[in-house]
């Protein structure tokens, strides 16, 4: 079935970094777009980013812009969000989703997310 298992979190200083990785298995992940989003207490779940199959294009929330950087390496079945120049805002617990057709209908899988805590 499908998985994605997310790891890196953690608690960092602003402006710090962190490396957010999201395993994949059960589906063909090169031809999937993979996607990171964020939810803060309260807040809603937001897109951070996005990465395309090849030709690999990305989508970037307009507040991490410069900051972070999505990738993804089809050979280990990984998508990574490097995140530099942390900021207090940016905490929240991370997630990984890719969104699969099964059946003539569309469906979103989720990873169990990730905590990134930024504080001094």
């Known amino acids: 079935q499908v998985q994605l298992v997310e790891s890196g979190g953690g608690l960092v200083q602003p402006g710090g970094s962190l490396r957010l990785s999201c395993a994949a298995s059960?589906?063909?992940?090169?031809?999937?777009?993979m996607c990171w989003y964020r939810q803060a207490p309260g807040k809603e779940r937001e897109l951070v980013a996005d990465i395309s199959p090849t030709p690999t294009t990305t989508v970037y929330l307009d507040s991490v812009k410069g900051r972070f950087t999505i990738s993804r390496d089809n050979a280990k079945k990984t998508v990574y969000l490097q995140m530099n120049g942390l900021k207090p805002e940016d905490t929240a617990v991370y997630y990984c989703k890719v969104k699969i057709r099964e059946f003539n209908t569309n469906r979103d899988y989720w990873g169990q997310g990730t905590q990134v805590t930024v504080s001094s």
């Open positions: 059960g589906f063909t992940f090169s031809g999937k777009t």
